[in-house]
T-cell receptor, first 114, second 109 residues
């Protein structure tokens, strides 16, 4: 069974551009969470979606948005890119949105903003 | 002060040594995760626990809920254990994981 997949693997954008990152959860998982990991730091929570509804949002500006599709895959969109958005973006899926459920991480998308 | 603090931030040891990485947190939690991150970024979940102790191969994780503290131990360490080890907690009633800053472990042959 395939794990969590993310695309693209790497991405280079310039300031002011827009980017869309994609995540496919493990089959049967209904919850997807997005995290941003800046070099040298631990990941920071951006969003969680469960059953196509936003269930949590971290301390990120409105330039960041996300959605979850009927097949439970998810997109993270970032508008008006800034240099500080350069990071590894991680997606994690779990069977449920709350409580004691294992989270499985994808390989990440490394975004470089120049 | 971060909600999740790890120590040490960096650890270098010789092959075969017993390794301990510590994690302290300041909030009530429903679960604590220990994660491993290799260069390139991929994160692998090692343990999820809410009480007691878990063991998988040479890895042991313990948690003391009253003291809000967890430890990850590696016995008979090997160079392939070199990675960043991250502690993350899920707050009670919350949706998100809160991560520590990670411990960079280097095991020299």
């Amino acid at each position: 069974d395939a794990g969590v997949t993310q695309s693209p693997t790497h991405l280079i954008k310039t300031r002011g551009q827009h980017v869309t990152l994609r995540c496919s959860p493990i089959s049967g998982h209904k919850s997807v969470s997005w995290y941003q990991q800046v070099l040298g730091q631990g990941p920071q929570f951006i969003f969680q979606y469960y059953e196509k509804e936003e269930r949590g949002r971290g301390n990120f500006p409105d330039r960041f948005s996300a959605r979850q599709f009927p097949n439970y895959s998810s997109e993270l969109n970032v508008n008006a890119l800034l240099l500080g958005d350069s990071a590894l973006y991680l997606c994690a899926s779990s069977a449920s949105g709350t409580g004691y459920y294992e989270q499985y991480f994808g390989p990440g998308t490394r975004l470089t903003v120049t | 002060k971060n909600e999740v603090e790890q120590s040490p931030q960096n650890l270098t040891a010789q092959e075969g040594e017993f390794i301990t990485i510590n994690c302290s947190y300041s909030v009530g939690i429903s679960a604590l995760h220990w994660l491993q991150q290799h260069p390139g970024g991929g994160i692998v979940s090692l343990f999820m626990l809410s009480s007691g102790k878990k063991k998988h191969g040479r890895l042991i994780a313990t948690i003391n809920i009253q003291e809000k503290h967890s430890s990850l131990h590696i016995t008979a360490s090997h160079p392939r254990d070199s990675a960043v080890y991250i502690c993350a907690v899920r707050e009670q009633g919350a949706q998100k994981l809160v991560f520590g800053q990670g411990t960079r472990l280097t095991i020299n042959p």
